[in-house]
T-cell receptor, first 111, second 113 residues
C-alpha cells in the first residue's frame, strides 16, 4: 500500500532533450512534495519541492508540476545532461509529518 | 561542515547475529530519521525522532528492530536477531524543523547471510 508511486523504474533520454519523471500519490491530505536525487553509493540529496498551494515550481533546469485533482506530480529536466543520470525519488507529506517516498526512477542521460 | 555520518558503510553478518548501525546527525538538527531502501518498497521510514524523543516508530517492521537516540549527536538502529530479509541499505537522515529537506548519510549496506 504505497502512498507514493513511481511506476517507471527507469528512463533513458538523449542529452539535451527533456526528461520527465512522474509520480502519483493516493493520500489527498498530502500538502508538500519533494524530489530527491541519488547517485550510487551516496545518500539521496534534496532537489526541489512544491507546496500544494502551487502548481509549478522552477529552479534552473528543474521544474516540478503538481496536478492535485489527478494526484500527480512530475519533474521536468531541461536540457538533460549526463550528470543528471541518477535515481530520482519523489516524496510527500501531510501537515509536516513523516515523508513518504516512492520507489524511485533511474534516469540515464545518453551523451 | 560534516554531513550525516553513518557507520559501518558495509556490514555482512550471519542470520541470528545482532547488528548495530550508528548515525551522527548534523549538529543543530532537531529531527533524525531512519530509512530502509529496498527495490520493492523504495525508501521506507522506520522511525523518526524529534529532540531525541521517538515520535513515530510505526514503520519498524518487527520487535527485532529497535532504535535509540541517547543524545542529540548519536543514534543507533539495532536488529536482533538479524534475518536474511533484513538485507538492505539503511539510511539515517537529519533535518532542522522537519522541513522535508532531509540530509541523508551515505547509508549502511547490510547483508545477512
Amino acid at each position: 500500500d504505497q502512498q507514493v508511486k513511481q511506476n517507471s523504474p527507469s528512463l533513458s533520454v538523449q542529452e539535451g532533450r527533456i526528461s520527465i519523471l512522474n509520480c502519483d500519490y493516493t493520500n489527498s491530505m498530502f500538502d508538500y512534495f519533494l524530489w530527491y536525487k541519488k547517485y550510487p553509493a551516496e545518500g539521496p540529496t534534496f532537489l526541489i519541492s512544491i507546496s500544494s498551494i502551487k502548481d509549478k515550481n522552477e529552479d534552473g533546469r528543474f521544474t516540478v508540476f503538481l496536478n492535485k485533482s489527478a494526484k500527480h506530480l512530475s519533474l521536468h529536466i531541461v536540457p538533460s545532461q549526463p550528470g543528471d543520470s541518477a535515481v530520482y525519488f519523489c516524496a510527500a507529506s501531510a501537515f509536516g509529518n513523516q515523508f513518504y517516498f516512492g520507489t524511485g526512477t533511474s534516469l540515464t542521460v545518453i551523451p | 561542515d560534516a554531513g550525516v555520518i553513518q557507520s559501518p558503510r558495509h556490514e555482512v553478518t550471519e542470520m541470528g547475529q545482532e547488528v548495530t548501525l550508528r548515525c551522527k546527525p548534523i549538529s543543530g538538527h532537531d529531527y533524525l530519521f531512519w530509512y530502509r531502501q529496498t527495490m520493492m518498497r523504495g525508501l521506507e521510514l522506520l522511525i523518526y525522532f524529534n529532540n531525541n524523543v521517538p515520535i513515530d516508530d510505526s514503520g519498524m517492521p518487527e520487535d527485532r528492530f529497535s532504535a535509540k537516540m541517547p543524545n542529540a549527536s548519536f543514534s543507533t538502529l539495532k536488529i536482533q536477531p538479524s534475518e536474511p530479509r533484513d538485507s538492505a541499505v539503511y539510511f539515517c537522515a537529519s533535518s532542522f524543523r522537519n522541513t522535508g529537506e532531509l540530509f541523508f548519510g551515505e547509508g549502511s549496506r547490510l547483508t545477512v547471510l
